[in-house]
């Protein structure tokens, strides 16, 4: 691959210089490419690349959003009239926020009738969870630990996506995700890198399918390269601070799975990494993403990151900039517009070379070839195609199977649940009626208030007579729209009595409370993880005259439930679950779905405890030994421990482990551990059975439990199945502190459980 690029660049470099005659590119191309022939695609990109002007290439480097009514007349002065002729003289590759296919069309017929060369643009939207039919918050997708239902998940995204014009998401967002009050963990796959580099490469699959020319089909983009997801103190855009070790372990691999999955598009991140922002960071964009890694598809910069390296301290003005951005690997500007207004100045003085504007334009023309937007810019653009796919049944059909999969029930004694039909229930709280918040943030294209509601799910099984309190209301003012903050409801309390009453009667209380869907996303950190608002008084309330209660928490992260914990005997974690989210909890609550989901984040006792995640390091005094009761690493007043583990999950039935062994196969040195999981009660039901591994002596030191494999299993109830993991050198290695992957040998210790606490233990030697 590395041989193709050099090619290629070579061929752009003798393309666009005018002092070079036909025949000496042709020996050029042949001396570098004797060894292998240089792609069509790529033949197409060196041949397209040697018309065009600086000022033409630089265009295709520029990304807008939506600026005006496309249908309408074209702006006539500001800013808007300048975007408006750089679109139609060929000065803009890319455009985000144009959706529906008779804006696509608009804009693509007006850059393909108004340029010289007729290049197509590529339209990008966040398309994060769906486009209009909305499946779960990746978050929750990922508490599923389902790959294969993932994948089908991202599939509805592309394919709604495609209907309406769009041919790129800028998802999946893979970033690991260990503190939860930052607000973009719904955003990702949770706290583990592993488990986050399989989710990765499903949802890869999902949008781009296995050819980009599909007109079902999207490009994806990974982000956001890279550390976003440790700004310090969970607070968004913050700077990240961390070691070589957490890089190249925690925070790199899932990248890198997207990479090597042929994902077609990164984007650079608004933090800073060792006083340097990723958007000029070339250790990171072409050392390391371009170089080591030999990806050939094109980086984006984060909404306006270019031209935030000015306050980051690190670009003196626009122009020093742009020069660090591009020079660094970043070769597409959204809306920085800082590109198109000083790269031909940069390089007429030499402070670019313009190689670096080819090996950009190159990337950027490469993809849009393999979309086949050159044979038909308007691919996209079927207004029927539109009107038949849009929430279509087997869409929501998709997300429903996907919401049931992600929930996650983290506390059931007593048997509360299963609901039984014709049990007298008290459906309470500000959320159990709420149609609008399941949908979740990064919800763009959704219909407001489309979600079905817990009150509507279950009103299939007690009738539509049954109804819900509210309680407290959640939020003031009215329901919040997109991006405006959320005004938490801190004062009125009308309708707690009447919502007491109705659970001084009932069997069960089922409460559904949470944060509102935009109470998480990018932007809403949060320094407090409680229940916002009345909720918590309203439940201390109905727990005054009704033990029975069954909490169904809806949030974008893990809160802190301990109080919840200590006085409620039946929780389940309901996310933001999407378009079929009360249909999914119904059928959860009344046992025809039997649970089977596994947290992909610790949830935390105490918000002192965060960042807390299952693979940390033991440190020098990791325990009590001897019984010191001080000097250990330890807090005085909470555990060390989260409430609920790394890879929890309850289900209506029960699950024995027995029989572990563990076998290295002398041929290939490669590790054999198995066990043996039953079913012991009363219900079919599906396990996520985990496998753990620790390094016991390393050059350096290693976490104290990784996961490293996991199978998603129905086991019948009273059946067994067997469990086989094998463990290869890319299990038992790591990268040192120089980015090297090196396995070495020695002791190691392995789990098989259903969960990163306890389980079967073995051990064995490399």
Avoid at 16 to 35: D, F, G, L, P, W
Avoid at 243 to 263: C, D, H, Q, R, W
Avoid at 730 to 748: A, C
């Amino acid at each position: 691959m590395r041989l193709i690029l050099s090619s290629l660049a070579a061929i752009i470099f003798l393309f666009t210089s005018c002092s070079v005659h036909n025949s000496m590119i042709e020996t050029e191309k042949t001396a570098q490419t004797k060894h292998m022939a240089i792609s069509p695609i790529d033949q197409k990109v060196a041949d397209l690349l040697a018309q065009m002007t600086l000022e033409e290439k630089i265009g295709q480097m520029n990304q807008y959003n939506g600026f005006w009514d496309f249908t309408g007349p074209e702006p006539v002065d500001g800013d808007a009239s300048q975007k408006y002729n750089n679109l139609t003289s060929g000065k803009v590759g890319s455009m985000l926020n144009v959706t529906g296919v008779k804006n696509v069309r608009e804009v693509q017929e007006l850059i393909l009738e108004g340029s010289r060369l007729k290049i197509p643009a590529i339209f990008g939207f966040d398309a994060i969870h769906g486009y209009q039919t909305q499946s779960p918050i990746p978050l929750a997708e990922s508490a599923s630990w389902d790959l294969d239902a993932i994948e089908k998940s991202s599939r509805v995204s592309a394919i709604e996506s495609a209907a309406s014009g769009i041919n790129w998401t800028f998802a999946p967002m893979v970033d690991v995700g260990r503190d939860a009050r930052w607000g973009r963990v719904m955003e990702g796959a949770g706290e583990d890198p592993y488990l986050g580099s399989k989710i990765a490469v499903a949802r890869v699959k999902g949008f781009q399918g296995d050819d980009l020319s599909d007109p079902y089909t999207i490009a994806a983009c990974v982000k956001h390269f890279a550390a976003y997801g440790f700004a310090e103190a969970g607070r968004d855009y913050n700077t990240s601070d961390i070691g070589t070790s957490t890089l190249y372990n925690m925070v790199l691999p899932p990248f890198k799975a997207a990479a090597e999955a042929g994902i077609a598009t990164f984007m650079n991140s608004f933090n800073d990494l060792n006083g340097i922002p990723a958007t000029g960071d070339k250790f990171l964009q072409r050392d390391i993403l371009k170089g080591e890694w030999e990806f050939d598809g094109l980086v984006v910069s984060d909404w306006g990151s270019i031209g935030e390296m000015i306050a980051h301290g690190y670009a003196k003005d626009g122009k020093h900039a742009a020069e660090l951005a591009i020079n660094a690997g970043s070769d597409m500007d959204m809306e920085s517009y800082l590109y198109v207004a000083h790269l031909k100045n940069l390089v007429e003085e030499g402070k670019v070379p313009e190689s670096n504007i080819d090996d950009a334009v190159a990337r950027i023309l490469r993809l849009k070839f393999k979309m086949g937007l050159f044979d038909d810019p308007y691919k996209y653009c079927n207004e029927e195609k539109e009107k038949e796919l849009l929430g279509h049944q087997d869409h929501h059909d998709t997300v429903l199977d996907m919401a049931k999969k992600s929930i996650v029930l983290l506390k059931n004694e007593g048997g509360l649940l299963p609901l039984k039909v014709g049990q007298n229930i008290a459906l309470i709280g500000p959320l159990a009626d709420d149609k609008n918040s399941p949908l979740g943030s990064w919800r763009l294209k959704a219909e407001d208030n489309s979600a079905i509601s817990v009150l509507e799910g279950m009103q299939k099984y007690q009738g539509e007579e049954f109804k819900s309190y509210q309680g407290v209301r959640l939020v003031e003012g009215g329901l919040p729209s997109f991006p405006f903050e959320v005004k938490i409801n801190e004062t009125d309390k009308s309708g707690m009595d009447e919502a007491v009453d109705q659970a001084k009667s009932a069997d069960v209380v089922v409460m559904v409370v949470g944060e509102y869907g935009y109470q998480t996303g990018e932007g809403r950190s949060r320094a407090r993880l409680d229940l916002p608002g009345l909720q918590r008084e309203l439940i201390e309330k109905v727990l005054e005259v009704n033990n029975n209660v069954v909490l169904v928490n809806m949030s974008g992260r893990p809160l802190v439930l301990t109080w919840a914990d200590e006085k409620i005997p039946t929780i389940l974690q309901a996310w933001h679950l999407g378009s079929q989210s009360g249909n999914a909890i119904a059928q959860v609550l009344y046992g025809d779905y039997n649970p089977s989901g596994k947290l992909p984040m610790s949830f935390p006792r105490s918000i002192g405890q965060v960042p807390i995640y299952y693979n940390h390091k033991a440190t020098g005094r990791p325990n009590d030994i001897g019984n010191d009761l001080v000097f250990w690493s330890h807090y005085s007043d909470e555990s060390n421990d989260p409430l609920y583990h790394f890879g929890h999950g309850l289900s209506y039935t029960t699950f024995e482990y027995s029989d572990l062994s563990v076998i290295k196969d002398i041929t290939t040195g490669n590790i054999h551990v198995e066990a043996n999981v039953k079913n012991t009660g009363n219900y079919d039901g599906e396990e996520v059975i985990q496998l753990y591994v620790k390094d016991r002596v390393a050059s350096v030191a290693r976490p104290v439990k990784e996961l490293k494999g996991f199978h998603k299993v129905m086991i019948p109830k009273g059946g067994t199945t067997n469990i086989l993991f094998e463990l290869t050198e890319k299990e038992l290695g790591f990268y040192n502190n120089q980015g090297q992957f090196v396995v070495e040998s020695g002791d190691f210790d392995v789990w098989i459980s259903g969960s990163s606490e306890g389980g079967l233990k073995g051990s064995f030697i490399k």
